[in-house]
C-alpha cells in the first residue's frame, strides 16, 4: 500500500486552538488559466465573501511555506502551498465545563459535555472539544485518537504526538478498547435483555439520520439493563458497542422500541433547536475507556465522573 506523504508542517500557529488553512495550488491547472495565486484562491474561495481574499492579502495574511506573507501579484506556482486563517463567524458558546481525567506525556483523557463537538467540523470550529484543550493545555499537536458525538458526553481520548496518533487510532479500528456507555430511555418490561444487537446500519452523507439496512451486520452493540424506576417508568441501560458504527446506540436502542431520551433524530428528526437551547441534553455518556497503551504497555480504565440528568434528577430532566 503506498504511504500518504505527509503535509509539511504549518508555518502559522494556531489560534483559539485552531490549525490554519493549507491550500495546495493544482499542478494542472485545468480550465483554470490563474495567473497569479490570487487569482486562484478568489476562484476557489467562493464562500468568502466579496473582496476577502484581496483583503488577506493586502493584509499579508496569506504566506508560503517560509511563513513569509505572498504578494497579491505573485505568479501561480503549480504545486505550492499557502496557508491563511479562515476568518470564522461567531459562535454559541457552550457553557459547560471540559474536564481532564487523565494526562501524561502521551495522551490526554478529557470528560466532554453534552453538546460540545470532539473535532471542527461545518459550524462547530473553536467551540469544540479539541480547539479547548490545545488553548487551554498549550498543546498544539494533540489531536483526536477518535470522536464521540457532539450530543454525547463522556470520555475522549487524545494523542499529544501527531507521530503517536495512528497507534492510538489504531485501538479503535483492531476493537482493542473497552467501551462503555450508559443511557436512559423508556422502561420496557417485555423487552428481554441482556442481549446482543447485530445489524447493517447505513449513514448517507447530507442525511441526518442513519437507518438498518438488510446485509451483513456491521455494528454490534451488547444491551443490558443497570436499573429501573415504577414511578417514571424509566431505566438505565448498560451498552457495550462492539463496533463503532456512526450513532449505532441510538439506532440499536430506537430498533428496541425504547429511544434515549432527548434524541433528536430518533425515532424521527425533530426541528432543529436554536443555537443556544443547552435544555434536555441526549441522555446518553461515554462511561468507561479501558485498552492497553500501545505506546508504554500500560493498563489504563478510566471513569467519567458525569451523571445523566433524567436519572439523577428527573424533576429538572421533565422541567427543562
Avoid: C
Avoid at 456507555?181 to 449513514?203: F, G, H, M, N
Amino acid at each position: 500500500m503506498r504511504r500518504r506523504t505527509p503535509p509539511p508542517p504549518a508555518p502559522l500557529p494556531q489560534r483559539r486552538g485552531v490549525d490554519p488553512v493549507r491550500v495546495r495550488l493544482p499542478v494542472h491547472r485545468g480550465d483554470g488559466g490563474w495567473a497569479t495565486v490570487r487569482e486562484h484562491l478568489v476562484a476557489r474561495l467562493t464562500g468568502a465573501g466579496p473582496g476577502m481574499v484581496e483583503a488577506m492579502f493586502h493584509a499579508g495574511a496569506v504566506v508560503g511555506a517560509d511563513g513569509v506573507p505572498v504578494a497579491p501579484e505573485a505568479p501561480y506556482r503549480p504545486g505550492m502551498s499557502v496557508w491563511f486563517h479562515r476568518e470564522l463567524p461567531p459562535e454559541v458558546p457552550v457553557p459547560f465545563p471540559v474536564e481532564v481525567v487523565y494526562r501524561d506525556e502521551h495522551i490526554v483523557v478529557a470528560d466532554k459535555p453534552h453538546f460540545l463537538a470532539t473535532t471542527p467540523r461545518g459550524s462547530h470550529v473553536t467551540e469544540t472539544l479539541l480547539a479547548r484543550l490545545r488553548h487551554d493545555l498549550g498543546l498544539p499537536g494533540l489531536g483526536a485518537a477518535h470522536r464521540l458525538d457532539r450530543l454525547t458526553a463522556g470520555l475522549a481520548l487524545f494523542t499529544v504526538h501527531p507521530a503517536e496518533r495512528g497507534a492510538y487510532q489504531g485501538l479503535f479500528r483492531d476493537r482493542l478498547v473497552r467501551k462503555e456507555y450508559e443511557a436512559v430511555a423508556r422502561y420496557d418490561p417485555e423487552l428481554e435483555l441482556p442481549r446482543t444487537v447485530r445489524s447493517r446500519i447505513l449513514k448517507e452523507r447530507g442525511v441526518l439520520a442513519a437507518r438498518e439496512v438488510a446485509g451483513e451486520p456491521n455494528a454490534v452493540t451488547r444491551v443490558e439493563i443497570a436499573g429501573h424506576r415504577e414511578q417514571d417508568g424509566l431505566a438505565r441501560y448498560r451498552l457495550l458497542p462492539v463496533t463503532g458504527r456512526t450513532h449505532q446506540l441510538r439506532v440499536h436502542l430506537n430498533a428496541l422500541g425504547v429511544p434515549i431520551l432527548g434524541d433528536p433524530l430518533y425515532p424521527e428528526v425533530a426541528p432543529a433547536t436554536a443555537p443556544g437551547d443547552f435544555r434536555r441534553p441526549l441522555q446518553l455518556l461515554a462511561r468507561e475507556l479501558e485498552f492497553t497503551d500501545p505506546v508504554t504497555g500500560a493498563r489504563h480504565r478510566f471513569v467519567s465522573g458525569r451523571t445523566l440528568q433524567a436519572w439523577t434528577s428527573p424533576e429538572e430532566w421533565a422541567g427543562s
